[in-house]
């Protein structure tokens, strides 16, 4: 299994700032994924990031708004941009072996958006 | 696109079995997954399942695949109130999950 921790676990922040979450993993990975959950609702991809290759994004999410950054294989960030309170959301780093088996998932950034 | 279909709600008393199912639209899944998200706090991968696989058994944890209906099921023997969470299917399919919208599992006592 996968250990993975996340920082910040929740943070409120103005509307038009910036908040970039950390995402650490106790064991190297190649492929680590950023997903969201808005309130009451289930997880959506907002990109892949693999090691030494540009993030790829899913449709709806854009590098601008979601710049992603991965420089090794245990640890990535996530920065969400020029927030609104649209972007209230829990945040989630995801762990997975090529071709699918275990997937693990970090306990989550809680943003508020005001 | 692919599709996750899950019922919204399931209550059941201590004790019982807790079946929670879940209907997929890709043909070509590899795996599917059961995820347990308690209030406030992340996503526990609880047991996925591989494609050419009917059955995966786990502790109390038992899945069922079908694949020719394209049916997933969770069954939760001797559900405790511990268990009370929602419970999310996944299908990895092109490379990413594809979730359902979770089913929450209230346990009474």
């Known amino acids: 299994s996968a250990v993975i921790s996340q920082k910040p676990s929740r943070d409120i922040c103005q509307r038009g700032t910036s908040l970039t979450i950390q995402c650490q993993v106790d064991s190297q990975v190649t492929m680590m994924f950023w997903y969201r959950q808005q309130p009451g609702q289930s997880l959506t991809l907002i990109a892949t990031a693999n090691q030494g290759s540009e993030a790829t994004y899913e449709s709806g999410f854009v590098i601008d708004k979601f710049p992603i950054s991965r420089p090794n294989l245990t640890f990535s960030t996530l920065t969400v941009s020029n927030m609104s309170p649209e972007d209230s959301s829990i945040y989630l780093c995801?762990?997975?072996?090529?071709?699918?088996?275990?997937?693990?998932f970090g306990p989550g950034t809680r943003l508020t958006v005001t | 696109g692919e599709d996750v279909e899950q019922s919204l709600f399931l209550s059941v008393r201590e004790g019982d079995s807790s079946v929670i199912n879940c209907t997929y639209t890709d043909s070509s899944s590899t795996y599917l997954y059961w995820y347990k998200q308690e209030p406030g706090a992340g996503l526990q991968l609880l047991t996925y399942?591989?494609?050419?696989?009917d059955m995966k058994q786990d502790q109390r944890l038992t899945v069922l695949l079908n694949k020719k209906d394209k049916h997933l099921s969770l069954r939760i023997a001797d559900t405790q109130t511990g268990d009370s969470a929602i419970y999310f299917c996944?299908?990895?399919?092109?490379?990413?999950?594809?979730f359902g919208q979770g089913t929450e599992l209230s346990v009474k006592p």
């Open positions: 996944a299908d990895f399919h092109g490379g990413k999950l594809i």
């Open positions: 995801s762990v997975g072996v090529e071709g699918g088996g275990e997937q693990y």
């Open positions: 399942i591989f494609s050419n696989m």
